[in-house]
């Protein structure tokens, strides 16, 4: 799942398309964690290099990584430091990618540690002096953001940061976010996000095509219900936990624990 500004509006504004979203489903990332590398590991790397690599590589104690997904920007904050990179991710699909990541090398599986709990239930770690959130902040109901914020507090040494980062607009109409080429299959994610009557949810559905040549489709659709939280209320909320602004950066919004 990408949240990032999209890019390109493929069709008409769909009423059809907030009536017929799917529920989410029972396990979350179930359908997406197969696609999610392939469509959009590139444009995350880039973008972790540009924004989080120069703060990984001043971190000197430890870094916290919550919501890592399948580990595209843990990957690039483990190759930007010699401390221990704290990864948290509680869907076991998205897990089973981020795991298989570190398979490989023995370097990576020194330094990357692997948590299967959701934050709030996370035990405390050894202090870290940068913590991450990215891409994953409104899958938090408001109540949970709040323990995610007292466990910055908790797992931030003094002076440490946290990180977090700003996203774009929600995509009221079906925009296609990727399009990526294997073999002679290509592989396409669009989204749209639905009010929910009674909540302040947005329904965001991704809908999956993978085309083989002659036109044969197959198609997958998975929903997630998020927090829309504007930077002003994420920002009274941080205070609230005792974090204050941080230096600023492009992209993100910085606190200093
Ligand atoms: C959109 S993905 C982003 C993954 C990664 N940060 C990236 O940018 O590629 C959001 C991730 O947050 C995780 N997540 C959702 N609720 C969580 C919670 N309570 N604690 C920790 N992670 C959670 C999901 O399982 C999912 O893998």
Excluded at 67 to 91: C, K, Q, Y
Excluded at 156 to 178: C, F, H, Q
Excluded at 197 to 224: D, I, K, M, Q
């Amino acid at each position: 799942m990408s949240r990032t500004r999209p890019a390109t509006v493929t069709r008409a504004p769909s009423a059809q398309a907030s009536s017929s979203a799917p529920v989410p489903d029972a396990e979350p990332y179930r359908v997406t964690s197969e696609f999610y590398d392939l469509l959009h590991r590139s444009r995350y790397r880039r973008k972790a290099q540009r924004e989080l690599a120069s703060l990984a590589r001043s971190a000197r104690a430890g870094i916290l990584e919550v919501g890592a997904g399948t580990g595209i920007v843990t990957e690039v904050l483990a190759e930007s430091t010699s401390v221990p990179v704290h990864a948290v991710e509680p869907s076991r699909p998205m897990r089973a990618v981020l795991l298989s990541r570190w398979a490989g090398s023995t370097p990576m599986r020194r330094h990357v540690r692997v948590y299967p709990e959701p934050v709030q239930e996370l035990r405390p770690i050894e202090p870290v002096d940068l913590m991450v959130c990215v891409n994953f902040v409104d899958a938090l109901p408001p109540p949970t953001r709040d323990r995610l914020w007292s466990t910055a507090r908790a797992m931030l040494r003094p002076g440490g940061l946290l990180v977090v980062d700003r996203t774009g607009p929600a995509p009221v109409r079906p925009t296609t976010l990727s399009t990526v080429d294997v073999g002679d299959t290509r592989y396409e994610v669009s989204v749209v996000a639905s009010p929910i009557a009674g909540s302040r949810c947005l329904r965001w559905t991704f809908h999956y095509r993978v085309t083989a040549p002659g036109g044969a489709a197959r198609e997958e659709f998975e929903s997630f219900d998020l927090w829309p939280v504007d930077e002003a209320e994420l920002r009274a909320e941080v205070s609230s936990a005792g974090l204050t602004a941080g230096p600023e950066r492009p992209g993100l919004l910085v606190f200093r624990r």
